[in-house]
């Protein structure tokens, strides 16, 4: 089978196993969901929910945090990676909700990606998970592992992944992928040992027992 073929088959191998995959971030609302995205670069999702409940209780909506004091901000969610800059922008972003977007989260990516901490992954993921909405593939560093390793690509940049994937993939698989791709990159596709063993995708990958 050809390439196409084989993405094709990869994807509808995960959608079975993650038919309706979600998120691991904590989040009741827009805002919320928004919020814990920016604080996940480079920081595991367990982390992020470890931080939020005092941040998001202390600071409920975009209003009170775009008049925080970033300190105080950064004192909150000083547990994950780079905290400081991050406080920094999620403090940004919301006076950016409330002067550009009059305090709505906008729905598309070029509006997404003027938030101070929103790149186009992040862009994808706020998308994906709040609205459904498929612009893209979500490259984060499980999805980067998981496709390297099956062969769907060679290349570095999350970017260049994300062309090569949407080359290769119909939308109408684009919002399943990107979540079952985490999770099976978190969960089985692992950095370290990978569970080839009990993976749904052993018998395509050319990774397979390799690893």
């Known amino acids: 089978m050809d390439k196409k073929e084989k993405a094709e088959k ?7 196993k993650h038919p309706n995959p979600k998120t691991e971030l904590t989040h009741s609302d827009e805002y919320q969901l928004a919020i814990s995205v920016m ?49 920094q922008r999620i403090v940004d972003a919301a006076r950016t909700v409330l ?4 305090g709505v ?8 990606m003027k938030l101070p901490g929103v790149a186009r992954k992040s862009a994808n993921v706020i998308m994906q998970e ?33 062309e090569d994937l949407i080359n290769l993939l119909p939308k109408k698989y684009w919002r399943n992928f990107s979540g079952s791709a985490v ?13 080839c063993g009990e993976c749904v995708l052993n ?6 027992y390799n690893v």
């Open 39 to 87: 604080l996940s670069a480079q920081t595991t999702d367990k982390k992020v929910n470890q931080v939020t409940p005092a941040l998001f209780n202390k600071y409920p909506s975009w209003e009170a945090l775009a008049s925080a004091d970033t300190s105080e901000v950064t004192a909150l969610i000083r547990q994950v990676n780079f905290h400081k800059g991050k406080a």
């Open 183 to 195: 999770l099976h990159g978190r969960y089985v596709c692992t950095a370290r040992k990978p569970k």
């Open 10 to 16: 990869v994807a509808l191998l995960l959608q079975k």
């Open 203 to 208: 018998e395509i990958c050319p990774s397979a």
């Open 130 to 162: 709040l609205w459904g909405i498929a612009e893209g593939i979500v490259v984060d560093t499980h999805v980067s592992r998981v496709t390297t390793r099956l062969g769907l690509t060679s290349q570095k940049d999350p970017k260049k992944i994300e």
């Open 99 to 102: 002067s550009l977007y009059n």
């Open 105 to 112: 989260l906008p729905h598309g990516m070029a509006e997404l």
